[in-house]
């Protein structure tokens, strides 16, 4: 019904940049807070940032804080993530998440992407 794709992963020298893309599709009515996570082979999945439905309110991990922004276009119910000054301890699976109101669930659900891997060498 919802699928989140993301896309811009790769691998990158310490101190460089990436940007993360996420584009949600389906039978969308409503997308209301968006976000991203990461999760790095043994550890506990992480909330990196979220931004809400009016782009005006943002949250950041203290980890990334001043190093990554993220910001949405709601006319092409997409995500992004701004990584910038990466350190090789950001290598992870980076995943999207949105709360979406769909045409079969207007209540709305969460919805994952299936993630893109980071890899941020020293």
């Known amino acids: 019904q919802v699928q989140l794709v993301e896309s811009g992963g790769g691998v990158v020298q310490a101190g460089g940049s990436l940007r993360l893309s996420c584009a949600a599709s389906?039978?969308?009515?409503?997308?209301?807070?968006m976000g991203w996570d990461r999760q790095a082979p043994g550890k506990q999945r992480e909330l990196v940032a979220s931004i809400t439905r009016a782009g005006d309110s943002t949250a950041y991990a203290d980890s990334v804080k001043g190093r990554f922004t993220i910001s949405r276009d709601r006319a092409k119910h997409t995500v992004f993530l701004q990584m910038n000054s990466l350190k090789p301890e950001d290598t992870a699976v980076y995943s999207c998440n949105a709360h979406v109101a769909s045409l079969y669930q207007r209540q709305g659900r969460d919805y994952w992407g299936q993630g893109t891997q980071v890899t941020v060498s020293s």
């Open positions: 389906g039978s969308i009515v409503r997308i209301n807070d």
